[in-house]
């Protein structure tokens, strides 16, 4: 009789379940476990506790979000994880200094898990496989080895408008 390994990676069946810290039983096994409770022990710090705002969709190819509206990005250090409407790719944008932004896909480029901002370490940490990232997107830690995906974008009057058109 021969035994088989399970491949401990997430399926793309189990990528359906949103990678998110809430994992449905059907795709609990331990290692996905231990990944979602590290997801839940982030859930006080940051952009990793808000659930993502949802912003308005792309209008050819730009997401154009009212930065007066939100609280949370009205000083510099601000954070939020964004959802644009219709899309399946959320982003965190973060205020820098002035009226500079910084917007980066929260998809891990190693299997897709959604990043979440980790308050005490002050850098971004996948909870699947726990690659670290640098607020600027950098690989910190393995096992990705390609930065978050940053997004060109500009800030106009209270409006920061996000290039998305060419999205991977």
Known sequence: MTSRVRDPRPSLEDSRCGGTAFVPACALSRRRFVGASAGVLLVGCGASGMKPKSVPA???GVVEIDVGKIPELATPGGM?????????KPLIVMRLEGERFRVLSSRCPHLGCTVRWDNEAQQLRCPCHNSR??????VLKGPAKEPLREYPNQFAGTHLQIAVRDDR
Not at 80 to 87: D, E, F, K, T, V
């Open 58 to 60: 792309a209008k050819d």
């Open 80 to 88: 939020i994880a964004a959802q644009p409407q219709g899309s399946r």
């Open 133 to 138: 990232f640098g607020d600027d997107g950098k």
